[in-house]
């Protein structure tokens, strides 16, 4: 059974920094792509970020494109999110989540089955 447990949300003003990072239990991660979503109140949960398996191919909302920034260590079996530049509109609970199937790397929450319980982000003006 995977289990995937988020930390390092918390309050920062605009323009600062946050760094998520997501811990994986249960089978290595390294063979599935992995993906940060967010849902802020009243609003449908969205895509922020992927990152492929092993070759480091990245994709990104075109919101957090330039100042989020995707990585991953299979070997810890670790997910991050480094956040600059943040802006009050991305205050969220953030999510990461694992692939459903091995070979993709999708921008839907559709095409992951595993999700963490989230961490609250938020950004004050």
């Known amino acids: 059974q995977v289990q995937l447990v988020e930390s390092g949300g918390g309050l920062v003003q605009a323009g600062g920094s946050l760094r998520l990072s997501c811990a994986a239990s249960g089978p290595t991660l390294s063979t599935y792509a992995m993906g940060w979503f967010r849902q802020a109140p009243g609003k449908e949960r969205e895509f922020v970020a992927a990152?492929?398996?092993?070759?480091?191919?990245?994709d990104y909302a075109e919101p957090v494109k330039g100042r989020f920034t995707i990585s991953r260590d299979n070997a810890a079996n670790t997910v991050s999110l480094q956040m600059n530049s943040l802006k009050p509109d991305d205050t969220a609970v953030y999510y990461c989540?694992?692939?459903?199937?091995?070979?993709?790397?999708?921008?839907?929450?559709?095409?992951?089955?595993?999700w963490g319980q989230g961490t609250q982000v938020t950004v004050s003006s």
């Open positions: 990152i492929s398996r092993t070759d480091g191919r990245t």
């Open positions: 989540a694992r692939a459903a199937a091995m070979f993709t790397m999708s921008t839907s929450a559709a095409g992951y089955n595993y």
